[in-house]
Nanobody, 126 residues
Framework: VQLQASGGGSVQTGDSLRLSCQSS????????MGWFRQAPGKGREFVAA????????LYADSVKGRFTISRDNAKNTVYLQMNTLKPEDTAVYYC????????????????????WGQGTLVTVSS
């Protein structure tokens, strides 16, 4: 699975961005999908995840109510809608795929994910 993340950019506080992650190769319907981010000088942290079928989602407390993960399995694409952006959201954002059997399974753990995209930079200025 090759994942290509896009949609990052430089915005102002309060703006919105939508990140996309498209897969080439195997269908994303086999995978739970996650978004992670890594700010300068910090470790990679969980942002959001969605189960294979899209019926379950999970968010980090820091983005709950502002970010929304969604997926279109027919297009092999996962999205992260980010609203009301804050300077602390500045980071490189990565999408990742977790090969799971259970369609409801999802995880916030970095080590659970099998495939990673290259990252897209989001910069939020005050």
């Amino acid at each position: 699975v090759q994942l290509q993340a896009s949609g990052g950019g430089s915005v102002q506080t309060g703006d919105s961005l939508r990140l996309s992650c498209q897969s080439s190769g195997r269908t994303l319907s086999l995978f739970a999908m996650g978004w992670f981010r890594q700010a300068p000088g910090k470790g990679r942290e969980f942002v959001a995840a969605m189960s294979r079928g899209g019926g379950r989602s999970l968010y980090a407390d820091s983005v709950k109510g502002r970010f929304t993960i969604s997926r279109d399995n027919a297009k092999n694409t996962v999205y992260l809608q980010m609203n009301t952006l804050k300077p602390e959201d500045t980071a490189v954002y990565y999408c990742a795929a977790d090969r799971v059997i259970n369609t409801a399974e999802l995880s916030p753990g970095v080590s659970e994910y099998d495939f990673w995209g290259q990252g897209t930079l989001v910069t939020v200025s005050s």
